[in-house]
């Protein structure tokens, strides 16, 4: 069992629970599991003292290669969403398979499931702010880490898109959901423009290096 109130998980044998001999695990093991927590490495710290500098090289690397976002088929979904959702590499991010009018890429960036077509991407929450001048907040599903970036936009008409300064940059609000997922919540506060009171729009646009992909979270 993962021990509770500790910064590490680390492991421990309960009444129940004999992780020693279920995991054939060692003393001063190290076990590196990847996003799917499927164990990918495991490092030894008695065989292998982090007061050596390529024993700290190396297991540095193992945390870096375990965490590093992997996509070799290239098609911008990260392999290991595509593998939970689908057990192989064969969709693409402008498909919709689904059927739910969001494709894969959007079901993708905000966290819905893109087999089901009764989880599609939407805000979480757009509650007021009791704040002056006058602002909510708007919350939605997003990766974790830096495979992605988001960017609140507003509109009037839903025609010409804007970015305000205040809304550029990170959330004001990031959680991460630390459930397997690689899902964090963030959080907007959006303050309108000064003196603009009208009807207003805003969507989020998901950004990557090498492509763009508005995905349509309203709020008005
Ligand atoms: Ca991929
Ligand atoms: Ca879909
Ligand atoms: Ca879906």
Known sequence: MLTANSRLPLLQDTVTNHVWSD??????DVRILDARNHLRAVFNLSAHSLTVASNRTALKALLIETATAGDTDGDRLLDDWEEASWGNLDAKPEEDP???GADNATEFAFGSNPADPQSHPVPLTTAAAAVTPPAFDLSFRCRAGSWLTYQVEGSTDFESWTIEPGWVGSPDSLVNLFDGT????????????AGNLARRFLRVRVLNRAWRCPGLLNGE
């Open 23 to 28: 995991w054939l695990a060692n003393y001063d």
């Open 98 to 100: 689904d059927r739910d």
């Open 182 to 193: 690689g899902l964090a919540v963030a959080t907007w506060r959006v303050t309108p423009p």
